[in-house]
């Protein structure tokens, strides 16, 4: 992914002045105490900061940022000796927003990728941070380019139709094989096309209601807990499936997908015990190797960052494989939750290389864990509902 040379910034550069640093030093100036030089190389022109005793001794550039828009960031980034990584950060109002970061190497030119959103509009300072002080940071080709939610959303739905959607014809003839002029014809969806999941716990078995609610709805799903290795050993030794065994029958009858990916718990207290012959069971049964050539996501948010979350799934995506979402959720106030969870999944849903989504919502008596979508009785929760 390192190049020779860096690519034309994005977008022509957005707001950013001479984002290609062919106009010299234009726009562009120290930050804390780095000397700054403009230097040139086989025609491309770039700006340096070295000498540099602090992280954020850097380059910068003055801007103003909007609130209620959307910013796409990008640059081509290098440093002077080795590999280290660099930060693109926002300093505003003495706050410092993170809008990207990649690690940067020495004789190739790397891209960052990144974004933002801010709460009040007004100037901010872009500069770039490494907490490698022996290296000089280059930079080069620089964009932040911003987006109404109008023209985000419109490129959600272009994305939508084009990826999601497909053509479809349909005739209606006869027994004779003679077209039927004027039919009329009706579609119903039985089942979501994408692959939309939920994560369960155990009292969805013998909950009727529960069970209905949720084969309704979700056509994937991941267990909370009864397949982590302390739950299906719960006494040394003693090893019983019981539970996961009826639940991963349950779901297979019910057409539903049983993704895998907690058997084991990131805890050393938890870990798998080599001779545990049984939990290669169930990475055969729930085809856990397929996960492995998965980019699996962990997507658990407060304040969602939109073109963040873009920019994270973009350079993923260049991997080639495809990408899930998983343990989906939003902490926040109730009065935002539902219209983040939704932004949330609109960005998943919208990027092509994002194959499913599963949310951590599921139900439980004594509460969700952030995020609750239906109410004991099985009805949906109101948009701007009370959550667990
Ligand atoms: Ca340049």
């Not at 120290?30 to 403009?38: E, R, S, Y």
């Not at 219209?339 to 919502?361: C, D, I, W």
Request: positive net charge.
């Amino acid at each position: 992914m390192c190049q020779e040379n860096p690519y034309k910034p994005q977008y022509n550069g957005g707001i950013i002045v001479n984002p290609d640093l062919q106009n010299g030093s234009q726009g562009w100036s120290q930050f804390a105490n780095a000397k700054v030089d403009f230097r040139e190389f086989g025609g491309n022109k770039f700006v340096v900061a070295r000498g540099r005793n602090q992280s954020y001794d850097s380059v910068s550039q003055k801007i103003y940022l909007e609130k209620g828009l959307l910013y796409t960031f990008s640059a081509w980034l290098q440093v002077s000796k080795g590999k280290a990584p660099v930060i693109a950060v926002f300093k505003k109002n003495g706050e410092y927003k993170h809008a990207g970061s990649v690690i940067a190497e020495s004789k190739c030119w790397s891209m960052l990728k990144g974004g933002l959103t801010i709460d009040e509009s007004g100037p901010a300072e872009l500069y770039f941070e490494s907490e490698d002080t022996t290296v000089e940071i280059w930079v080069d080709s620089v964009s932040l380019q911003p987006f109404t939610q109008e023209e985000w959303n419109a490129h959600h739905e272009q994305t939508i139709h084009k990826t999601r959607k497909g053509a479809m014809r349909i005739r209606a003839v006869n027994s004779a094989g003679e077209p039927v002029p004027n039919a009329t014809i009706s579609i119903v969806q039985n089942r979501v096309g994408f692959s939309f999941g939920c994560e369960v716990e155990k009292n969805i078995l013998g909950n009727q209601a529960y069970q209905n609610w949720f084969t309704k709805r979700f056509t994937v799903t991941t267990f909370a807990n009864e397949m982590k290795w302390y739950s299906t050993e719960a006494v040394r030794g003693k090893e019983d499936y019981t539970t996961a065994d009826t639940m991963l029958r349950f779901f297979k009858q019910h057409g539903v997908a049983v993704r895998g990916h907690n058997i084991v718990w990131n805890d050393p207290k938890y870990q798998l015990n080599s001779s545990n012959s049984m939990v290669s069971l169930y990475v055969d049964t729930i085809s856990y190797g397929t996960t492995l050539s998965t980019n699996l996501v962990e997507s658990h948010f407060n304040t969602p960052n939109i073109p963040y979350m873009r920019s994270a799934l973009d350079t993923r995506a260049a991997t080639g494989l495809p990408i899930w979402l998983t343990e989906v959720d939003v902490q926040a106030p109730p009065n935002v939750q539902a219209n983040y969870f939704e932004q949330v999944l609109r960005e998943g849903h919208a990027h092509p290389q994002v194959k499913g989504m599963v949310t951590l919502s599921g139900y439980s008596p004594s509460g969700c864990y952030k995020m609750c979508l239906t109410d004991g009785n099985f009805r949906n929760l109101p948009r701007r509902g009370r959550c667990g």
